[in-house]
Structure formats: structure tokens, C-alpha cells
């Protein structure tokens, strides 16, 4: 015998009747529909057993970088975040940054859009995680670095900081400009949502750690990043794509985030939780 269903229709009657009641806001306010989970509430992987000691141990890196472009004359939000997973060179001398994933998030008008959001092929994943983006330490057990030099399809540049990239009119027969991810393509390729397609092009990042705090739990080191980003496209299967915004970058908001995390510690699990695994980060 089912006691509980009289009970459920005699709530139900109740809440529907009334000159001016309105049974479902009322069962609503009773009995609240949960919210879905955002990102950053969502349960995240195993991060195995952190074991961290000054800068000695195994990283997952966030590079958050805020900017603007203007691709239709109007200047729209632009966040472009890079992850990684890092840990000291044997050495000791210098933070290496293997590339594990980047998102691009554009707003217009406040709205994201994907016209123009580009996405990173596993061909190209794989590529710059076999030369990871290194970081000299100053030698003190502290984390500082200036004109850290990050190059996409590019090498051998004479001037990295200041060399001018190769573009679609001269990269012809340019040495510098090299198939990095093994496509058959110049440079680079990078997928483009909207509209869809391809673009080969080079890039070059500029970045300047500013001194950064260590946590005293050894689990957080984190600060400020000064970031530009110059991108030129040596072509695309859609013509569309070959124009590349300026991207203007904006102090606000920009920074590094280190966490310790263990050995076993996946790309996947960071690509799939970096929301989350870096939500409560000290800013």
C-alpha cells in the first residue's frame, strides 16, 4: 500500500487552491529545483599526493590572460588561459611548462561568442608539449622571470623578443617558419568555431612573471603575469580566417597559478578541471 501518495495529492491540492495561489511557485519555494553544478562546483579527478617543497615538486600552471580585440570595430573581451603542467629542470635552473591545453573565451557586447574562437588540435597539444615553454628561476628559491620567449611555429629567430613574425605576403622560403605539428601545413594549425575552419599561422608570446607568492601550505604559488600575444595567419581553408584581431592587452585580471599536485597528475584531468582545481587560489 502506497501511504505516501495520498499525502503528495493532498499537498498538492492544498497548494493549488487559493484565490491568488500558484501551486507549482509555491512547491518551488518548497522544494527549490537544484541549481546545476557551474565549473568550478563541479567534482574534480584524484590529484594524487602533493608533495611539494619550495619550488620542488609537480604543478599544475594557469596562465589567465585578459585583453581586448576589435574585429568588427567594436572592442570585445578576450580571455586567453594556458595550461600546463610544470616541474623543475634537473638542474634546478629554470621552471619547464609542458602545454597541455588552451582555452579562448570572447565576449561581445557581455555574450560569448564562438566567431573567431579558436580551439587547440591534439596534433598541436602533443607538439608543444614536447618543448616546453621554460622559465628561468633567479637562483633564490624564488619565482621571477622576465621576456620569457614563447614561440608557435617558429625557430631559430635572431631577436625573439623583437624580430618582426613572418606573414602570408614574405614567409615563403622563410627558415624560421617551420611545420610544427607535422600537418603538412605552415607553422601551426589552430581549429576556428566560427566561422569554421582551419588557420596556419605563427604566433609569439611575450611574458613577464612578477615575483610570486608561495604559499606557507608549500600548495599555492601564484601572481602576476604581463603578457603580449602577437599572431600572424600564413593562411586558411577559409580566406575568412586570415585576418587576425590585435590583441590589446589588459592588466586587469591577468596572472599565474601554480598548485602542487602529484606525479600521476593527467593533462586530461587538468584540461577537464582547471575551473575547479583552481578556484580557491589566492589572489
Not at 541549481?35 to 574534480?44: V, Y
Not at 623578443?161 to 589552430?190: C, E, H, M, W
Request: glycine letters at 8%; a negative charge; aromatic letters at 6%.
Amino acid at each position: 500500500m502506497n501511504l505516501r501518495a495520498p499525502g503528495l495529492l493532498l499537498l498538492l491540492a492544498t497548494l493549488s487552491c487559493g484565490e491568488h495561489s500558484d501551486g507549482l511557485e509555491r512547491l518551488e519555494a518548497l522544494y527549490p529545483t537544484p541549481k546545476p553544478k557551474t565549473e568550478e562546483e563541479r567534482p574534480i579527478d584524484d590529484i594524487g599526493t602533493p608533495m611539494c617543497n619550495g619550488l620542488d615538486g609537480n604543478w599544475a600552471v594557469r596562465l589567465v590572460q585578459k585583453g581586448t580585440i576589435e574585429p568588427l570595430g567594436q572592442p570585445w573581451d578576450l580571455t586567453v588561459t594556458d595550461l600546463f603542467l610544470a616541474s623543475k629542470s634537473q638542474a634546478g635552473t629554470e621552471m619547464q611548462l609542458r602545454f597541455c591545453n588552451q582555452d579562448v573565451a570572447i565576449l561581445a557586447d557581455g555574450k560569448r561568442t564562438t566567431l573567431g574562437q579558436p580551439e587547440t588540435p591534439a596534433t598541436l597539444k602533443s607538439a608543444l608539449y614536447l618543448h616546453p615553454l621554460r622559465v628561468p628561476l633567479p637562483g633564490d628559491g624564488t619565482f621571477a622571470a622576465r621576456d620569457v620567449v614563447w614561440l608557435w611555429g617558429l625557430e631559430g629567430l635572431a631577436n625573439p623578443l623583437t624580430d618582426a613574425l613572418p606573414t602570408k605576403a614574405d614567409y615563403q622560403g622563410d627558415a624560421r617558419v617551420i611545420d610544427q605539428d607535422n600537418d603538412s601545413f605552415p607553422g601551426v594549425t589552430v581549429n576556428v568555431l566560427s566561422p569554421s575552419g582551419q588557420r596556419y599561422m605563427v604566433r609569439r608570446g611575450i611574458f613577464t612573471f612578477e615575483p610570486g607568492r608561495l604559499a606557507l601550505s608549500n600548495q599555492w604559488l601564484t601572481g602576476v603575469l604581463v603578457h603580449q600575444l602577437t599572431e600572424h595567419a600564413l593562411g586558411a581553408s577559409n580566406t575568412t580566417l586570415e585576418t587576425a584581431a590585435p590583441i590589446t592587452p589588459r592588466a586587469e585580471g591577468t596572472m599565474y597559478q601554480l598548485r602542487c599536485v602529484g606525479s600521476t597528475y593527467t593533462c586530461a584531468s587538468l584540461e577537464k578541471d582547471h575551473a575547479a582545481l583552481f578556484k580557491d587560489a589566492p589572489r
